[in-house]
């Protein structure tokens, strides 16, 4: 007898993922910016790239190397598109005010 898994996997992707939170290939990513999603924050909306539970911190710099490549934007000009959110977790005031 055998016992079916409860978790259920979906295969694994051949193509490079550029986020793994989100499971958002390199070509999801290329297609979507020839669409015109050609900003960070279209692409985070539409394919959801950097909205998964490490909040774009693996993800992020790898899209915004393929926006430049894609758009022939300087990387610098794409990473200032980029937004730092703030800690997920709670931080108690006294971190910051000092004791
Ligand atoms: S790898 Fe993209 S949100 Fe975590």
Redesign the pocket.
Request: net charge positive.
């Given at each position: 007898m055998t016992h079916a898994s409860r978790v259920t996997r979906q295969e694994p992707k051949d193509e490079p993922i550029?986020?793994?939170?989100?499971e958002?290939t390199l070509p999801e990513v290329v297609q979507a910016i020839r669409e015109g999603y050609d900003t960070v924050e279209e692409l985070k909306r539409h394919l959801r790239?950097?909205?998964?539970?490490?909040?774009?911190?693996?993800?992020?710099p790898l899209l915004a190397r393929v926006l430049a490549r894609e758009t022939g934007r300087s990387l610098a000009e794409v990473m200032e598109e980029i937004s730092t959110r703030p800690p997920l977790i709670p931080i108690p005031f006294e971190v910051w005010r000092g004791k």
């Open positions: 550029v986020c793994r939170c989100e958002v790239v950097g909205m998964g539970p490490c909040q774009g911190r693996t993800c992020l």
